[in-house]
């Protein structure tokens, strides 16, 4: 089946003990609600509807799911089912907290802590070219405690990214949308397309499953911070691995930012995961150390430095 806009559920809609109140996001796997259970709580719900196997249109519940599609299909709501469970182990505050998962209207649904905020996508967007050392260490510091809380479980994230970087109202990160289901269903079922995120997944997301580990989702947190500082995600690991173009940040934004970030960004970006650092714990202990030398004044206040030392030799 080629892969069709699949329809959300209506506002309004009674789903279990939760009211839906609007879509917050559509995918190629999923679609995400903002809904309030019975004592008025907001939270988050995704529903399992991968648009490459199942359709809804307008005004229908279940999703239609041709007998071919059948068992892909069962075998994707299995694997949603099981990192539902996984999920609602994790109690971490850097972590999406995972309430409830049930089976309704042919498929499943995982509930989910609604969190106010925006992604660091949208702040990557808001302040480019202006995203500070400081920031993005804070960031990635304290989103990498949940990151080990995750390892720790035997789980692995698979789709790190700044869209999946939640930023809460008070700055704090919080790991959203994890993609073990989406990569579980896109190596079982060759039917499917792989469901990558192209820049920030790994080589090994495309190659061999086997090969899969830490090491994996510490790529991806390379990428994400390679868009912080450039703007952009590296290119693609599937291309890279057949002719490497990249130019590491060490050489192309020297002098922006301390050596030993971007000297840690490209070892998160070495194409053998044999190379990366294979632990989240060694990744934050480099991240936590003090740069080497200042990082760079915005041309900005330093102008406004410049003026207040000319100003004071005036008056002298």
Request: with cysteine; charged share 25%; net charge positive.
């Amino acid at each position: 089946m080629p892969s069709q806009a699949n329809c959300a559920l209506p506002a309004g809609f009674q789903l279990d003990r939760y009211r839906i109140e609007r879509q917050l996001s559509l995918g190629g796997f999923s679609i995400v609600y903002l809904a309030y259970d019975t004592d008025g709580t907001p939270v988050a719900i995704k529903e399992y509807l991968p648009n490459s196997l199942a359709l809804r249109k307008t005004g229908e519940i279940e999703p239609r799911v041709p007998d071919d599609n059948l068992p892909a299909f069962r075998y994707g709501m299995k694997c949603f089912f099981e990192e539902g469970r996984s999920l609602a182990r994790l109690m971490h505050p850097n972590v999406v907290r995972v309430l409830n998962f049930f089976r309704a209207n042919n498929t499943v649904y995982m509930v989910m802590q609604f969190e106010r905020g925006r992604t660091l996508h949208e702040y990557i967007q808001h302040h480019r070219n202006q995203v500070s050392e400081r920031f993005i260490r804070n960031i990635f510091i304290r989103m990498l405690n949940g990151l080990r809380e995750v390892h720790a479980h035997k789980l692995l994230h698979l789709d790190i990214k700044p869209s999946n970087i939640y930023l809460r109202a008070d700055g704090t990160p919080v790991l959203l949308d994890f993609g073990a289901a989406r990569q579980t269903l896109a190596q079982e079922q060759a039917m499917l397309k792989p469901m990558y995120t192209p820049g920030f997944a790994s080589p090994e997301h495309y190659t061999d499953r086997e090969r899969l580990g830490p090491w994996s989702d510490i790529y991806s947190v390379g990428a994400s911070i390679h868009a912080c500082i450039a703007g952009t995600a590296p290119p693609r690991s599937d291309e890279r691995v057949k002719k490497d173009l990249f130019v590491p940040l060490s050489k192309t934004h020297a002098g922006k930012y301390s050596e030993q970030l971007l000297e840690l960004v490209d070892w998160c970006l070495m194409l053998d995961p044999l190379e990366r650092p294979q632990s989240v714990y060694t990744l934050q202990k480099e991240l936590g150390q003090k740069p080497p030398r200042a990082e760079p004044l915005p041309k900005s206040r330093f102008n406004s430095l410049l003026s207040k030392i000319k100003s004071s030799i005036g008056k002298g």
